[in-house]
Protein backbone atom coordinates (compact mmCIF):
# COMPACT_ATOMS: atom_id res chain seq x y z
CA UNK A 1 0.00 0.00 0.00
CA UNK A 2 1.41 3.70 -0.84
CA UNK A 3 0.35 6.41 0.47
CA UNK A 4 1.04 10.14 -0.98
CA UNK A 5 0.89 13.08 1.08
CA UNK A 6 1.71 16.22 -0.41
CA UNK A 7 1.85 20.18 1.22
CA UNK A 8 3.30 22.80 -1.27
CA UNK A 9 6.66 21.51 -2.21
CA UNK A 10 6.73 18.99 0.35
CA UNK A 11 5.91 15.44 -0.70
CA UNK A 12 5.77 12.01 2.10
CA UNK A 13 5.52 8.72 0.50
CA UNK A 14 4.62 6.06 2.69
CA UNK A 15 5.09 2.41 1.24
CA UNK A 16 3.45 0.07 3.40
CA UNK A 17 4.22 -3.54 3.44
CA UNK A 18 3.65 -6.61 5.62
CA UNK A 19 6.88 -6.54 7.80
CA UNK A 20 8.38 -2.76 7.29
CA UNK A 21 7.70 0.44 5.41
CA UNK A 22 9.91 3.12 3.61
CA UNK A 23 9.30 6.72 4.12
CA UNK A 24 10.56 8.87 1.43
CA UNK A 25 10.79 12.56 1.74
CA UNK A 26 11.55 15.60 -0.73
CA UNK A 27 11.41 19.07 0.27
CA UNK A 28 13.02 22.31 -0.56
CA UNK A 29 16.26 21.00 1.86
CA UNK A 30 16.57 17.66 0.16
CA UNK A 31 15.25 13.98 -0.31
CA UNK A 32 15.75 10.42 1.42
CA UNK A 33 14.31 7.58 2.66
CA UNK A 34 14.41 5.35 5.16
CA UNK A 35 12.96 1.55 5.86
CA UNK A 36 11.48 1.22 9.09
CA UNK A 37 9.90 -1.73 11.00
CA UNK A 38 6.48 -1.06 12.12
CA UNK A 39 7.93 -1.95 15.94
CA UNK A 40 10.60 0.84 15.76
CA UNK A 41 7.39 3.36 15.99
CA UNK A 42 6.92 5.21 19.53
CA UNK A 43 3.66 4.66 21.37
CA UNK A 44 3.76 8.73 21.60
CA UNK A 45 4.09 10.92 18.74
CA UNK A 46 4.53 15.27 19.22
CA UNK A 47 3.57 17.86 16.72
CA UNK A 48 5.52 20.34 14.65
CA UNK A 49 4.52 23.39 12.70
CA UNK A 50 6.81 25.18 10.21
CA UNK A 51 5.22 28.55 9.09
CA UNK A 52 7.03 31.28 7.73
CA UNK A 53 7.17 33.42 10.89
CA UNK A 54 9.30 36.28 9.33
CA UNK A 55 6.56 36.81 6.21
CA UNK A 56 4.19 36.92 8.37
CA UNK A 57 5.47 39.38 11.16
CA UNK A 58 6.08 41.69 8.24
CA UNK A 59 2.90 41.27 6.77
CA UNK A 60 1.33 42.35 10.30
CA UNK A 61 3.74 45.54 10.02
CA UNK A 62 2.55 46.49 6.57
CA UNK A 63 -1.19 46.17 7.50
CA UNK A 64 -0.67 48.37 10.57
CA UNK A 65 1.34 51.10 8.56
CA UNK A 66 -1.45 50.85 5.66
CA UNK A 67 -3.92 51.60 7.89
CA UNK A 68 -2.54 53.71 9.76
CA UNK A 69 -1.63 55.56 6.20
CA UNK A 70 -5.29 55.31 5.31
CA UNK A 71 -6.23 56.70 8.48
CA UNK A 72 -3.76 59.60 8.26
CA UNK A 73 -5.45 60.08 4.35
CA UNK A 74 -8.95 60.38 5.74
CA UNK A 75 -7.98 62.86 8.18
CA UNK A 76 -5.45 65.38 6.06
CA UNK A 77 -6.94 64.55 2.37
CA UNK A 78 -3.41 64.02 1.31
CA UNK A 79 -3.38 61.86 -1.81
CA UNK A 80 -0.25 60.29 -1.32
CA UNK A 81 -1.16 58.61 1.59
CA UNK A 82 -3.17 55.02 1.18
CA UNK A 83 -4.15 51.65 2.03
CA UNK A 84 -1.83 50.43 0.22
CA UNK A 85 0.27 48.91 2.40
CA UNK A 86 -2.48 47.37 4.33
CA UNK A 87 -3.30 45.21 1.21
CA UNK A 88 0.73 44.27 0.99
CA UNK A 89 1.02 43.37 4.08
CA UNK A 90 -2.62 40.89 4.26
CA UNK A 91 -1.39 39.05 0.98
CA UNK A 92 1.89 38.43 2.57
CA UNK A 93 -0.06 37.14 6.19
CA UNK A 94 -2.56 35.06 3.82
CA UNK A 95 0.35 33.31 1.63
CA UNK A 96 2.72 32.55 5.09
CA UNK A 97 -1.16 31.23 6.76
CA UNK A 98 -1.78 28.66 3.94
CA UNK A 99 1.84 27.82 3.52
CA UNK A 100 1.84 26.68 6.80
CA UNK A 101 2.56 22.55 7.58
CA UNK A 102 1.54 21.02 10.57
CA UNK A 103 2.83 17.80 10.91
CA UNK A 104 3.06 14.92 13.62
CA UNK A 105 6.12 13.49 14.02
CA UNK A 106 7.13 9.88 15.45
CA UNK A 107 10.69 10.16 16.53
CA UNK A 108 13.18 6.58 16.44
CA UNK A 109 16.46 5.50 16.43
CA UNK A 110 16.86 6.00 12.74
CA UNK A 111 15.01 10.00 13.31
CA UNK A 112 12.08 11.30 13.23
CA UNK A 113 8.98 10.29 10.83
CA UNK A 114 6.88 13.13 9.95
CA UNK A 115 3.21 12.50 9.13
CA UNK A 116 1.57 15.85 7.25
CA UNK A 117 -1.61 16.59 9.39
CA UNK A 118 -3.71 16.18 5.97
CA UNK A 119 -7.19 13.90 4.92
CA UNK A 120 -4.77 10.99 4.76
CA UNK A 121 -3.28 12.09 8.23
CA UNK A 122 -6.05 10.18 10.91
CA UNK A 123 -6.25 6.58 8.56
CA UNK A 124 -2.00 6.67 7.90
CA UNK A 125 -1.19 7.19 11.90
CA UNK A 126 -4.08 4.42 12.40
CA UNK A 127 -2.80 1.82 9.96
CA UNK A 128 0.77 2.35 11.47
CA UNK A 129 -0.31 2.16 15.29
CA UNK A 130 -2.10 -0.97 14.19
CA UNK A 131 0.69 -2.40 12.44
CA UNK A 132 3.04 -1.62 14.84
CA UNK A 133 0.84 -3.35 17.83
CA UNK A 134 0.55 -6.43 15.42
CA UNK A 135 4.03 -6.64 15.07
CA UNK A 136 5.14 -6.25 18.63
CA UNK A 137 2.73 -8.65 19.71
CA UNK A 138 4.15 -11.49 16.85
CA UNK A 139 7.78 -10.65 18.35
CA UNK A 140 6.60 -10.84 22.13
CA UNK A 141 3.25 -11.90 22.31
CA UNK A 142 4.50 -15.55 23.42
CA UNK A 143 5.95 -16.34 26.04
CA UNK A 144 9.93 -18.10 26.01
CA UNK A 145 10.36 -20.68 28.36
CA UNK A 146 14.20 -19.91 27.59
CA UNK A 147 14.27 -16.18 29.34
CA UNK A 148 14.05 -15.90 32.65
CA UNK A 149 10.99 -15.03 34.05
CA UNK A 150 11.70 -12.35 35.60
CA UNK A 151 12.58 -11.25 31.84
CA UNK A 152 9.08 -12.57 30.69
CA UNK A 153 7.30 -10.55 33.39
CA UNK A 154 8.54 -7.57 32.68
CA UNK A 155 7.97 -8.21 28.48
CA UNK A 156 4.29 -8.35 29.02
CA UNK A 157 4.33 -5.17 31.38
CA UNK A 158 5.88 -3.60 28.60
CA UNK A 159 3.36 -4.67 26.52
CA UNK A 160 0.68 -3.73 28.18
CA UNK A 161 2.25 -0.57 29.13
CA UNK A 162 2.86 -0.34 25.08
CA UNK A 163 -1.02 -0.77 24.72
CA UNK A 164 -0.39 -3.87 22.10
CA UNK A 165 -2.16 -6.09 24.90
CA UNK A 166 -4.82 -5.96 27.10
CA UNK A 167 -4.22 -5.64 31.20
CA UNK A 168 -6.43 -9.01 31.20
CA UNK A 169 -4.18 -10.62 28.33
CA UNK A 170 -0.97 -9.18 30.58
CA UNK A 171 -2.33 -10.44 33.74
CA UNK A 172 -2.93 -14.06 32.17
CA UNK A 173 0.21 -14.33 30.68
CA UNK A 174 2.04 -13.39 34.14
CA UNK A 175 0.43 -16.13 35.44
CA UNK A 176 1.62 -18.42 33.17
CA UNK A 177 4.81 -17.26 33.24
CA UNK A 178 4.68 -18.02 37.10
CA UNK A 179 3.25 -21.40 36.46
CA UNK A 180 5.97 -22.15 34.22
CA UNK A 181 8.58 -20.54 37.11
CA UNK A 182 6.92 -22.84 39.94
CA UNK A 183 6.81 -26.26 37.40
CA UNK A 184 10.41 -25.53 37.13
CA UNK A 185 11.47 -25.50 40.69
CA UNK A 186 9.53 -28.33 41.48
CA UNK A 187 11.21 -30.50 38.48
CA UNK A 188 14.61 -29.09 39.83
CA UNK A 189 13.23 -29.93 43.29
CA UNK A 190 12.64 -33.75 42.74
CA UNK A 191 15.85 -33.86 40.38
CA UNK A 192 18.51 -33.29 43.03
CA UNK A 193 16.30 -35.62 45.94
Not at 75 to 102: E, M, N, P, R
Amino acid sequence: MEIIQKKGPVTHTFTLEEERFNFAYKDKTGSGDVDYNYADLPSKHSIRIEENEWLRNVGYLWMILGIGSAIYKYFTQDVLAGSFWAWIGLACVLYAHYTKVKYTVLATEKGSIFLIQDKKHDFLLEELKSRRKNQLKSWYGDINPDNEPEVEINKFKWLYEQGVISKAESEEKITQVELLRTEAYTQSNQTVN
